[in-house]
């Protein structure tokens, strides 16, 4: 199922911009199929979207547990 935040995800307007082929394999893992793997949904989900880091990976989890720490989500 293709992620709800796909279409405006910033992750591909600005790390993943000029790496067409890497930007490929994450929507393909990340974005069309199984989004809740996704860093980016999590913490979306979580935090709303505005505090989704511009330059968080979409496999990023051990950065998130930081962020939901410090906003006492864990």
Do not use: Q
Not at 16 to 39: G, P
Not at 53 to 68: A, M, Q, V
């Amino acid at each position: 199922m293709k992620c709800k935040y796909f279409v405006n995800c910033l992750f591909f307007k600005g790390e993943m911009e000029n790496m067409s082929a890497m930007a490929t394999i994450f929507k393909s893992s990340y974005c069309l199929n199984d989004n809740s793997a996704c860093a980016r949904y999590k913490v979306s989900e979580e935090l709303g979207k505005d505090m989704v880091p511009d330059d968080l990976y979409p496999n990023d989890l051990r950065r998130i547990e930081k962020l939901f720490l410090n906003n006492n989500k864990i």
